[in-house]
């Protein structure tokens, strides 16, 4: 494959511009619906993994690259990082590792939002997810180069 | 509960968790990688060291993580086993971080070694500290999961062919303990490993019962590196950098070796069952095939691989035989091996730095040009094959004892034919790269790296511990004879987690 966008399909990339946008809210929506409900971070940054991979289909990899932003292998690191983080705050209240602590918040509009340390994990786990996906899939596009 | 031992529990995990994440931030900086490595792992000695005198002075301590109640929760639990193989983990650790300082190639760190190094250590730890059984099998896969990418790293096609072999059977490996996982909570309703052990205590004649029994010790059977299938490891271990076999030898099929010694004292307690029958098989085959495949091989790394698989059958022969002192012999031979274990393979490395060969073939005259590498060796390498007044003789003395006061002597008499074959094998290693003239064409060559001191250094103090365990052996033994008592004593274990409900 030399020139990869000869091969592309015309509908694949219409869409994907749509989709893109719409999988990074849905991944979102997937992150904060979790805990009570299905969802959660794991499922989340699958569907944000899954999005940028489609973005890297139809344009490629140095696009992908670019929309990210960040190293995938930084995303790992904070990510793991800010998992770990969300357990530490029991200890400092006498109580085990990994303690939930919640705390209500009045947000106008909405009423009382109940937000809390497992959230925190969430979002690590979030960010691991994409980074390890996106790692992998962006190092094995790069090698197929 | 007490706070501030709940925190001791949790360091070990913890603190090399918190290195992964570390360096994955800093994985632009080798100089940010390396200190942390060194750092987390000289914690993780600490908070080991900690937590085993914590343990050894008040029992077994436990922690309820996010302080959900037993059973309901995972919780975290450390009794002496847990905690003395943590201590071993941490020692392993320390002189695998400092070994890699000279050792480990810049493409290596580029690739993210030191984070995998530090996910594996997570792994290994959580394995040996969790109560909950499917937790269990989590860290086992954390633990694989990073070894997988380790074994792999630098991407030679020897690695590859040896990681192919030990992906495939680690994972059915792990499909078994995963099925027998869903078997033993569709038949108990719980996980965690002492509800479980009181619920099916009563029920351990239940044929179902015996089956999911049956499926652990094939699953970790597999992961200890046991007969029959035990071929991935003598297929890989010699693949990857020497840090990387030494930690691999050193602690990976010793989880094998821990989850088959939990799980066939807790859950399962040996009686006069087939599964001890087969395990008194697989004891006496796993010793016999890892020191004859051993004799045939011709490569430093591979003879000592199979003598990891043959020293496992000693460390089953304990458990097997099942009385309070073949136990001792057991955790006393674990402690033992894994020190020794790690230290030949470092000196494997070494030998390679001075000659850059590890065929025996090509190799020669290391003891005449450098007659401190082959103190060195001798000291690990005679320990291995049982000589006092080294830490191996104590080993296997205890477990052979208990052998012959069990009478079953057929396996005594494999066990002391397997000692006298690992000092040919080790004799043989003597010979061939230590003593004899350098042959005439070889193609070694001295790898001119620098860092040749740290090596030592870490060889020198593994090798004293060595030593220590040898000469130090009562206080050891004490150690081993209350990790026994407690192992032997369920309901301590089932009381220490679920509160006193007697």
């Not at chain 1, 209500?104 to 690590?124: A, S």
């Not at chain 2, 860290?139 to 072999?165: C, D, P, Y």
């Not at chain 2, 590498?373 to 690990?380: A, D, N, S």
Request: proline share 4%.
């Amino acid at each position: 494959m030399n020139n990869p966008r000869q091969h592309q399909s015309l509908i694949l990339r219409v869409t994907g511009y749509f989709l893109l946008p719409l999988l990074i809210l849905f991944s979102l929506f997937m992150l904060l619906r979790g805990h009570n409900e299905p969802g959660g971070g794991f499922i989340g940054g699958l569907v944000a993994a899954a999005a940028i991979v489609l973005y890297m289909i139809f344009s490629d990899v140095k696009a992908a690259r670019r929309l990210v932003a960040v190293d995938p292998r930084d995303l790992l690191g904070w990510g793991l990082a800010i998992a770990i983080l969300s357990g530490l705050p029991g200890l400092f209240l006498g109580q085990p590792f990994m303690t939930s602590q919640w705390m209500e918040l009045d947000v106008p509009m909405f009423g009382m939002l109940k937000v809390g340390t497992p959230l925190l994990f969430d979002i690590g786990v979030y960010l691991v997810v994409i980074g390890t996906v996106l790692t992998i899939l962006l190092t094995l596009a790069e090698a197929e180069d | 509960m007490n706070h501030g031992m709940a925190l001791d529990i949790l360091l070990p995990i913890l603190i090399p968790l918190a290195a992964a994440a570390l360096s994955l931030i800093c994985w632009r900086s080798r100089a940010l990688q390396r200190g942390i490595s060194v750092m987390a792992t000289t914690g993780l000695m600490v908070a080991a060291v900690v937590l085993l005198v914590r343990v050894y002075d008040n029992g077994i301590q436990v922690m309820y993580t996010g302080n959900w109640p037993a059973p309901f929760g995972i919780v975290l639990v450390a009794d002496l086993l847990g905690a003395i193989m943590v201590v071993l983990t941490g020692i392993t650790g320390l002189a695998t971080a400092i070994y890699s300082l000279a050792t480990i190639s810049k493409a290596h760190e580029h690739y993210g070694y030191y984070p995998l190094m530090h996910l594996l250590l997570a792994g290994v730890n959580g394995a040996f500290l969790t109560g909950d059984i499917f937790n269990l099998y989590v860290w086992f896969e954390v633990m694989l999961v990073a070894s997988f990418a380790l074994l792999i790293l630098g991407g030679e096609r020897a690695q590859m062919e040896g990681a192919i072999k030990y992906v495939t059977l680690n994972l059915v490996s792990s499909a078994m303990f995963l099925s027998a996982v869903g078997l033993l909570y569709g038949l108990a309703g719980t996980l965690n490993m002492a509800d479980l052990a009181e619920k099916l205590a009563p029920h351990q004649d239940n044929p179902m019962v015996q089956i999911v029994a049956m499926l652990f010790l094939v699953a970790f059977g597999i992961k200890a590196g046991a007969f029959p299938l035990f071929f991935w490891l003598p297929a890989s271990y010699h693949t990857p950098r020497v840090a990387v076999s030494s930690l691999f030898a050193g602690l990976l099929t010793k989880v094998g070796v821990y989850a088959l010694f939990r799980v066939f004292t807790l859950i399962f307690p040996l009686g006069d069952s087939l599964i001890r029958d087969l395990l008194l098989g697989m004891a006496g085959a796993t010793m016999l095939v890892g020191v004859l495949g051993a004799a045939a091989q011709f490569e430093f790394r591979r003879i000592l691989s199979f003598h990891i698989i043959s020293q496992i059958g000693y460390m089953l022969m304990g458990l097997a035989l099942f009385t309070p002192l073949a136990i001792i012999g057991g955790v006393f031979y674990i402690m033992h091996h894994i020190i020794v274990k790690s230290n030949l393979f470092l000196i494997s490395g070494l030998v390679y730095r001075l000659q850059g060969s590890y065929d025996l073939k090509q190799l020669g005259g290391v003891y005449r040009q450098h007659p401190w590498v082959g103190i060195l060796f001798l000291i690990p390498a005679l320990s291995l094959a049982g000589l006092p007044p080294l830490s191996g003789f104590f080993g296997k003395f205890i477990v052979i004892k208990a052998g012959v006061e069990a009478e079953f002597w057929w396996l005594v008499a494999v066990a002391l034919v397997v000692g006298l074959l690992t000092l040919y094998s080790m004799i043989k290693i003597w010979a061939e790269v230590f003593w004899k003239e350098m042959p005439e064409g070889s193609t070694a060559s001295v790898q001119q790296r620098g860092g040749t001191g740290l090596m030592v250094g870490t060889v020198v103090a593994l090798a004293s511990l060595t030593v220590l365990i040898g000469v130090a052996a009562e206080p050891v033994y004490q150690l081993a004879s209350a990790t026994a008592s407690q192992l032997l004593d369920p309901p301590g274990y089932i009381n220490a987690v679920l509160g006193d409900r007697s």
